[in-house]
């Protein structure tokens, strides 16, 4: 069975920082783009942050220059660097798989940021 674990999410003031991961299990990571999305209260869930294969990334204009996405293949695991935290960044951030065929994707389970004073 396919795993996605989330895990670095919390209570944060604006400012600071935070650093998410993502371990994945039962699949060949390395050959996956990997991905950050997050949901806030009342709101869609959006991409924010994604990684090919290759380790090509892109990003949604509202995190450029505070977020940086990476992934580590031998540990089989994706993080999301986030700093200068904002309250709009509070939401469920969830780690996403998409495999380079067919429709098949994996989402984990998802883990909690709060930014507040």
């Known amino acids: 069975q396919v795993q996605l674990v989330e895990s670095g999410g919390g209570l944060v003031q604006p400012g600071e920082s935070l650093r998410l991961s993502c371990a994945a299990s039962?699949?060949?990571?390395?050959?996956?783009?990997m991905g950050w999305y997050r949901q806030a209260p009342g709101k869609q869930r959006e991409l924010v942050a994604a990684?090919?294969?290759?380790?090509?990334?892109n990003y949604t204009d509202v995190v450029k220059g505070r977020f940086t996405i990476s992934r580590e293949n031998a540990k089989n695991t994706v993080y999301l660097q986030m700093s200068s935290l904002k309250p709009e960044d509070t939401a469920v951030y969830y780690c996403?798989?998409?495999?380079?065929?067919?429709?098949?994707?994996?989402w984990g389970q998802g883990t909690q940021v709060t930014v507040a004073s």
């Open positions: 990684i090919t294969s290759g380790g090509s990334t």
């Open positions: 996403k798989a998409d495999a380079p065929y067919g429709n098949l994707y994996y």
């Open positions: 039962r699949i060949t990571f390395r050959i996956y783009t």
